[in-house]
């Protein structure tokens, strides 16, 4: 019998069934056995976990004890290699410096443009649409959108060139046909760093900053089957992610009309077809909390794993050494004594004081400590500047009622496309209804 001292948390006798949804059985046990339980999934002991104390301690306070590994992860390194999302240690202190740099917010700064321009051709197309009265596949364009910004900011004048072979990637199979098709571009990648190398060119893009990037301990620069892998990892990381936040926010606000006209309010002193800078985005705070909300209620990110390098402890709980730990912000973020009505969507939330009286990890969607996601600045300022672009001009009305579906695969993706009518929003000029 185990002393007190190596206790270890409830849980399922019953080991998770693949054909499962692992999602769904994972809220099953939540509601059973709170906000910890010991389970068998995929073959190994794991702590599935949802206090934002003991979530806490695993990613900021002893996260040096709890390496990327498990289920999740394997996956992603079967795809990606060992790039920032799947290595550690010393290699991933190594490459989180090399790479950190073009995520700055001077980086960032520079690659505003890309992200307006991209909006902008979004935009004429879905006002283009309002005119004529037609529908729009929402998840479609916003995921070709946002693959845009990606392969523009990480390739930027080689962006015409590398664009047609990188389109497998808004799509949406993940099978070994992708995967073989995809892992055949990073020759692509080096390709294009080849030629610039012989040119001369240092480029400000992102392939630009990692190229010119080197190692603070040896000064060398990132050899090229590794510079291939970290931009390949930057490319799915920063797509699916951002593209599936705003699908789901564009769901929402068609499903909450008064969210929609506080967003719609908010933009009106904006002149139509202006762009502001990211100095400028703090003056939208309604923005910022409808992204924080939709990130709340569907986090991109919605399992983290990592595994225990040495035997440590979680609350009254012992953690055994090799100890898988399965970490969901989307339980987190659903938990009714941080979030009132936690299946609502309410924006104002994380509005002033309230959003400061919760624990600093009630929401997590990037992750948390030093291995949060290095894409954060980046895709916040671009969810903010998409919204702030076409919210002031159309609204997108849902006629579908059926409640939405999720695939919790790598992302939290929605089952179906949502499609939707755009509509103008009122005070849009004659002039632009008609064209």
Same mark, same amino acid.
């Given at each position: 019998?185990?002393?007190?001292?190596?206790?270890?948390?409830?849980?399922?006798?019953?080991?998770?069934?693949?054909?499962?949804?692992?999602?769904?059985?994972?809220?099953? +046990?939540?509601?059973?056995?709170?906000?910890?339980?010991? %389970?068998?999934?995929?073959?190994?002991?794991?702590?599935? *976990? $949802?206090?934002?104390?003991?979530?806490?301690?695993?990613?900021?306070?002893?996260?040096?004890?709890?390496?990327?590994k498990g289920y999740a992860i394997k996956r992603i390194s079967m795809?990606?290699?060992?790039?920032?999302?799947?290595?550690?240690?010393?290699?991933?202190?190594?490459?989180?410096?090399?790479?950190?740099?073009?995520?700055?917010?001077?980086?960032?700064?520079?690659?505003?443009?890309?992200?307006?321009?991209?909006?902008?051709?979004?935009?004429?197309?879905?006002?283009? $649409?309002?005119?004529?009265?037609?529908?729009?596949?929402?998840?479609?364009?916003?995921?070709?959108?946002?693959?845009?910004?990606?392969?523009?900011?990480?390739?930027?004048?080689?962006?015409?060139?590398? $664009?047609?072979?990188?389109?497998?990637?808004?799509?949406?199979?993940?099978?070994?046909?992708?995967?073989?098709?995809?892992? %055949?571009?990073?020759?692509?990648?080096?390709?294009?760093?080849?030629?610039?190398?012989?040119?001369?060119?240092?480029?400000?893009?992102?392939?630009?900053?990692?190229?010119?990037?080197?190692?603070?301990?040896?000064?060398?620069?990132?050899?090229? %089957?590794?510079?291939?892998? &970290?931009?390949?990892?930057?490319?799915?990381?920063?797509?699916?992610?951002?593209?599936?936040?705003?699908?789901?926010?564009?769901?929402?606000?068609?499903? +909450?009309?008064?969210?929609?006209?506080?967003?719609?309010?908010?933009?009106?002193?904006?002149?139509?077809?202006? %762009?502001?800078?990211?100095?400028?985005?703090?003056?939208?705070?309604?923005?910022?909390?409808?992204? &924080?909300?939709?990130?709340?209620?569907?986090?991109?990110?919605?399992?983290?794993?990592?595994?225990?390098?040495?035997?440590?402890?979680?609350?009254?709980?012992?953690?055994?050494?090799?100890?898988?730990?399965? *970490?969901?912000?989307?339980?987190?973020?659903?938990?009714?004594?941080?979030?009132?009505?936690?299946?609502?969507?309410?924006?104002?939330?994380?509005?002033?004081? &309230?959003?400061?009286?919760?624990?600093?990890?009630?929401?997590?969607?990037?992750?948390?400590?030093?291995?949060?996601?290095?894409?954060?600045?980046?895709?916040?300022?671009?969810?903010?500047? +998409?919204?702030?672009?076409?919210?002031?001009?159309?609204?997108?009305?849902?006629?579908?009622?059926?409640?939405?579906?999720?695939?919790?695969?790598?992302?939290?993706?929605?089952?179906?496309?949502?499609?939707?009518?755009? &509509?103008?929003?009122?005070?849009?000029?004659?002039?632009?209804?008609?064209?």
């Amino acid at each position: 019998m185990l002393s007190s001292d190596l206790k270890l948390p409830p849980g399922p006798d019953e080991k998770f069934d693949t054909a499962e949804d692992l999602l769904t059985w994972m809220q099953v +046990h939540f509601e059973r056995y709170g906000d910890i339980y010991r %389970a068998d999934i995929y073959g190994n002991k794991v702590y599935v *976990i $949802a206090s934002p104390e003991d979530v806490e301690h695993v990613l900021l306070t002893n996260w040096q004890n709890y390496i990327r590994k498990g289920y999740a992860i394997k996956r992603i390194s079967m795809l990606l290699g060992a790039g920032l999302i799947s290595s550690n240690g010393e290699f991933w202190v190594k490459q989180r410096r090399m790479v950190q740099p073009a995520f700055s917010r001077k980086a960032v700064t520079a690659q505003s443009d890309v992200m307006v321009a991209a909006n902008r051709e979004l935009l004429a197309n879905w006002t283009e $649409a309002a005119r004529r009265g037609v529908a729009v596949n929402v998840t479609r364009d916003v995921s070709r959108m946002v693959l845009k910004v990606v392969l523009l900011s990480i390739f930027g004048e080689d962006y015409a060139r590398v $664009a047609p072979l990188f389109e497998i990637v808004s799509e949406e199979s993940r099978d070994l046909e992708f995967a073989h098709m995809f892992s %055949a571009l990073g020759k692509v990648i080096v390709d294009v760093a080849s030629e610039r190398r012989r040119n001369g060119i240092e480029a400000t893009d992102t392939l630009g900053w990692v190229m010119q990037a080197r190692d603070r301990d040896r000064g060398e620069l990132m050899p090229d %089957a590794q510079l291939a892998r &970290e931009i390949m990892t930057l490319i799915v990381a920063g797509h699916e992610t951002t593209s599936s936040v705003l699908n789901w926010t564009w769901f929402l606000l068609s499903r +909450h009309p008064e969210a929609d006209r506080r967003l719609a309010a908010e933009l009106e002193g904006l002149p139509l077809g202006a %762009a502001p800078s990211i100095e400028d985005l703090p003056n939208f705070p309604y923005v910022e909390q409808v992204v &924080e909300e939709a990130l709340r209620l569907y986090p991109p990110l919605w399992l983290m794993t990592r595994r225990s390098l040495a035997d440590d402890r979680l609350g009254e709980y012992f953690v055994p050494a090799g100890t898988e730990i399965y *970490i969901s912000p989307y339980f987190i973020q659903r938990q009714p004594r941080f979030w009132p009505l936690p299946d609502a969507f309410d924006p104002g939330r994380f509005a002033g004081g &309230e959003a400061e009286s919760r624990p600093r990890l009630a929401t997590c969607p990037f992750g948390a400590g030093p291995r949060n996601c290095i894409g954060e600045f980046f895709a916040r300022v671009e969810m903010q500047l +998409h919204l702030i672009m076409v919210a002031r001009v159309l609204r997108l009305r849902n006629d579908d009622a059926r409640p939405p579906e999720m695939i919790a695969g790598l992302n939290l993706l929605s089952r179906n496309h949502f499609t939707m009518t755009p &509509e103008f929003r009122p005070g849009v000029p004659a002039g632009m209804r008609a064209g």
